[in-house]
């Protein structure tokens, strides 16, 4: 017999993810494995404490870096305000402009589009460098918050920021998992 699972929609009820907003994402790796890359500590002044911390990027890390900056090149109507990319996921702000046009790029499209243009590339790379792994690098769909104000865009960027400075206390990292 086989099971069916049901995924919980986590998207606001009712809320139009096409029109104009500044959006919070979070898309995490299949399984939460840690393998966008590593997070190194660098010696730095006392009060440049979040700056100590580096990801020190996989190829497939790179890949994603290089497309996550290539989304406001895609949409003439899309802005990336701050993202960091952890060893297990990615968060980042995306802001939808209103446009001319009768509908801005809805948000799924744009997530999906970036996930799907990563897998494409990834597998290039393996094929080109005859690499044994799989390319399901992605855990279905993702999570978003709808950033409302300037004060909540204030604290999301800052805990973007300080995200990589806080990896040892981060639930997402797989050596806090019991």
């Not at 299949?30 to 100590?52: T, Y």
């Not at 989304?71 to 990336?80: A, C, K, L, P, R």
């Not at 589009?113 to 390319?135: G, P």
Request: net charge positive; aromatic share 10%; charged share 25%.
């Amino acid at each position: 017999m086989t099971k069916t699972i049901t995924r919980k929609n986590n998207r606001l009820k009712g809320y139009d993810y096409s029109k104009a907003g500044i959006y919070f994402i979070t898309i995490c790796a299949k399984d939460h494995e840690s393998i966008f890359g590593e997070i190194i500590s660098q010696p730095v002044g006392d009060g440049l404490a979040p700056s100590r911390y580096k990801i020190k990027l996989t190829e497939l890390g790179q890949i994603i870096d290089a497309q996550w900056n290539d989304i406001s090149g895609q949409y003439n109507d899309v802005e990336i305000i701050e993202y960091v990319i952890m060893p297990n996921h990615i968060h980042g702000i995306i802001k939808i402009r209103a446009t001319a046009r009768v509908a801005p790029t809805g948000l799924g499209k744009i997530i999906g589009s970036f996930k799907s243009k990563c897998v494409n590339e990834y597998l290039q790379y393996i094929k080109n460098n005859e690499i044994n792994v799989f390319a399901d690098i992605w855990q279905k769909n993702y999570h978003d918050h709808v950033i409302r104000t300037s004060t909540s865009l204030k604290q999301v960027c800052k805990y973007i920021r300080t995200n990589l400075s806080t990896w040892s206390s981060d639930t997402e990292n797989p050596k806090n998992k019991n």
